[in-house]
């Protein structure tokens, strides 16, 4: 239950971000910010439980594919351009 309520914030919040920040030519800059997001929550997901480590970045990666993570993709949005006189 915790896990789905982790990954459904997760998604929430990267899609606003990629929503706020998709323009054209940003793309490699919302890339770079999901992969640190991916790193963080790596990181913090890891911090359960004593000396051992959670799961490896191996099984965190597959985990990931499968949850179905939002990934950044650049959105074309046809509008047209209005002059005002």
């Known amino acids: 239950m915790k896990g789905e309520i982790f990954i459904k914030t997760l998604n929430r919040r990267l899609r606003g971000h990629y929503n706020y920040y998709n323009v054209p030519g940003n793309l490699s800059a919302l890339w ?27 099984i965190f990666t597959k985990a990931i594919d499968l949850l179905g993570i939002a990934k950044p993709k650049m959105r074309i949005v046809n509008r047209q351009h209005r002059v005002f006189t």
């Open 32 to 58: 770079r910010f999901y992969s640190w997001a991916e790193a963080c929550a790596f990181k913090w997901l890891n911090r359960r439980g004593g000396k051992r480590k959670s799961f490896t970045l191996k």
